[in-house]
T-cell receptor, first 114, second 115 residues
Framework: DGGITQSPKYLFRKEGQNVTLSCEQN?????MYWYRQDPGQGLRLIYY???????QKGDIAEGYSVSREKKESFPLTVTSAQKNPTAFYLC?????????????FGPGTRLTVL | AQSVTQPDIHITVSEGASLELRCNYS??????LFWYVQSPGQGLQLLLK??????LVQGIKGFEAEFKRSQSSFNLRKPSVHWSDAAEYFC?????????????FGPGTSLSVIP
């Protein structure tokens, strides 16, 4: 089955540590996205990538980094610079790069900072 | 600036009752409009989307939405709610921004269904 996988489902981090969240898709989509979800705030865009080896900052990129070395993979690193990283993180992909293209979401990773 | 509002944070309905979830947007042109559903601890699934043409859009799971340009609204409806519809619902707008094009999500409406 085609889809998006995210791992791990739950992640615990100590303050001062960097952690990397995995996102893989086998939909052959060009565009991939990372969102952060906090209660009552909807989804906020962290980073997006429209093509391999290229990515752009979203609305809340500070304290995060990404890479796009392969079409199917778009890992997100939450660095120690992120002041409040506890949140639910969602990865998505879309076939095209336009705002009208449907985004398909993974099941998410819940990150908790201890 | 583009924005999406969902006036109802939480709604409770009885199983079999009708449902309407409200969505209002702020955007200068005709936007791309979406409704997504999220089950607890899961990702989002697209229910339906509107680009142009017929303002009444049919989606999956028996949902429909109506685009009203004069009211800048895109409300989601279902004639008879099932217990499995309990979830979080997000309205979203695809818009061209000053720096980049993006999809803007509303804050969500949580739906509870009473058996």
């Amino acid at each position: 089955d085609g889809g998006i996988t995210q791992s791990p489902k739950y992640l615990f981090r100590k303050e001062g540590q960097n952690v990397t969240l995995s996102c893989e898709q086998n939909l052959n989509h060009d565009a991939m996205y990372w969102y952060r979800q906090d209660p009552g705030q909807g989804l906020r865009l962290i980073y997006y990538s429209q093509i391999v080896n290229d990515f752009q900052k979203g609305d809340i990129a500070e304290g995060y980094s990404v890479s796009r070395e392969k079409k199917e993979s778009f890992p997100l690193t939450v660095t120690s610079a992120q002041k409040n990283p506890t949140a639910f993180y969602l990865c998505a992909s879309s076939a095209g790069q336009g705002v009208g293209d449907t985004q398909y979401f993974g099941p998410g990773t819940r990150l908790t900072v201890l | 600036a583009q924005s999406v509002t969902q006036p109802d944070i939480h709604i409770t309905v009885s199983e079999g009752a009708s449902l309407e979830l409200r969505c209002n947007y702020s955007y200068g042109a005709t936007p791309y409009l979406f409704w997504y559903v999220q089950s607890p601890g899961q990702g989002l699934q697209l229910l339906l989307k509107y680009f142009s043409g017929d303002t009444l859009v049919q989606g999956i799971k028996g949902f429909e939405a109506e685009f009203k340009r004069s009211q800048s609204s895109f409300n989601l409806r279902k004639p008879s709610v099932h217990w499995s519809d309990a979830a979080e619902y997000f309205c979203a707008v695809g818009a061209s921004g000053t720096s980049y094009d993006k999809v803007i999500f509303g804050p969500g409406t949580s739906l509870s269904v009473i058996p």
